[in-house]
């Protein structure tokens, strides 16, 4: 297996050399997810987990990035970079070593909402006629049993932060000839909290929280359109320190069926019909989402006559009712002919005139009827 040091660091995380900062983070966070040793079963997950937070740590860095992108993997030597060794114990740590608070949105005060989770399903055009319930796993963090959230080992206390003095902010004071400039930022060290943890609770390491695989039951409503996504209050990861939790959101995508096109809330479908049972009238089974229905087509049906089933279509989510569903009629033509077939048609042909073809007043009303 390649190591970081032949391979490039855009090659690792995927991403083309004009990639924008949000872009590497994007692909990043991805493969961490999926590398990370805690979730990956695979045995170079470790190795290949490193390489890519070294690509990450080069890459999320301007002036890193700058050095690679010039002279390579020398040119950051040669500036004194050497990649961090990781030992994370969790998913925790590498979402708040590398995206500070993106798990948790945390605010001043410490006690802040959860981050939302993203998740997506798929589903049967079925599925999305009749509404459908789905098991939808996240991974969310949750708040820690063993220290309820607080971060400290149980039987211990939160001590008044050092670095901040309880204020939670540092206040950083620039001077120039324009007049001085106060930025605010949070405490780096306890996270706005104003506190810190001096014996780390051993379950979550004084992260108040642990990260969980959770089920959720999706209740995907009847009418749903491919592409939507469904809010799940409070499904998301846990507050900090006491904070309420985040949403989940999941993208429901509807899947093709071959039968069916969706247009909106209107089904459309087509049905074959012989020469023989166009000329001479049939009632054939049409599909529809509530089963099949026989339809009547009179004698002289033509191709490209379109039938239109009311409240066939789907379930309409903003309005009651149902779409809905147009069906086109096509009319097969033989493509192998036997003999005996051919010497039928030959005398059908002698037998036939003008009349035989001759269109009868009312069509185009009727196609324009159909069409609406
Ligand atoms: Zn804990
Ligand atoms: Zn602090």
């Known amino acids: 297996m390649a190591t970081s040091a032949e391979r490039g660091y855009y090659e690792l995380l995927g991403v083309e050399r004009s990639a924008s900062d949000a872009e590497i983070k994007k692909a990043f966070r991805k493969l ?48 004194g970079y050497a990649p961090s060794d ?53 991974e969310v963090a949750v708040t820690c049993e063993r220290c309820d959230g ?13 670095t901040c003095g309880g204020q939670g902010q540092l206040r950083e004071v620039s001077r120039s000839v324009f007049g001085e400039f106060v930025r605010t930022q949070a405490c780096p060290v306890c996270r706005g909290a104003g506190e810190t943890v001096e014996t780390p609770c051993t379950a979550c390491d004084g ?30 990861h846990a507050g900090a320190s006491g904070g309420p939790p985040g949403d989940a959101y999941v993208e429901v ?28 009238g049939a009632t054939v089974a049409v599909p529809t989402l509530d089963g099949d229905v026989e339809l009547e087509f009179e004698p002289g049906t033509q191709p490209g006559e379109v039938r ?8 309409s989510l903003e309005r009651s009712g149902r779409g809905d569903q147009r069906v086109l009629v096509n009319v097969a033509v033989p493509r192998q002919l036997t003999d005996e077939q051919r010497e039928l048609l030959e005398r059908f042909e002698q037998l036939s005139g003008a009349d035989t073809y001759r269109r009868d007043e009312g069509f185009f009303e009727k196609l324009r009827n159909a069409i609406r």
């Open 86 to 138: 990781y030992a994370f114990t969790n998913l925790n740590d590498i979402f708040s070593v590398f995206f500070g608070d993106d798990l948790f949105a945390r605010s001043r005060g410490g006690r802040a909402r959860g981050g939302d989770v993203g998740a997506a399903v798929a589903i049967e055009l079925a599925d999305a006629f009749h509404g459908v319930t789905r098991a939808v796993e996240v």
């Open 207 to 236: 992260a108040g929280r642990t990260v969980e695989t959770k089920e959720l039951e999706l209740e995907i409503p009847a009418g749903i359109h491919d592409g939507q996504r469904i809010r799940i209050r409070g499904a998301g």
């Open 253 to 280: 995508h509807v899947t093709r069926d071959r039968r069916f096109e969706r247009d909106g809330d209107d089904i459309l479908s087509s049905v074959d019909l012989t020469i023989v049972q166009a000329a001479r």
């Open 308 to 315: 239109v089933l009311r409240g066939k279509g789907m379930p």
């Open 32 to 79: 961490a997810r999926e590398l990370h040793p805690d979730v990956s079963e695979a045995a170079d997950a470790h190795e290949r987990f490193k390489a890519v937070a070294e690509a990450y740590e080069v890459l999320s860095d301007a002036e890193r990035r700058q050095l690679y992108d010039r002279y390579g993997h020398a040119g950051l030597r040669r500036g």
């Open 150 to 162: 607080d971060g400290a080992e149980p039987g211990t206390e939160r001590v008044t932060c050092a």
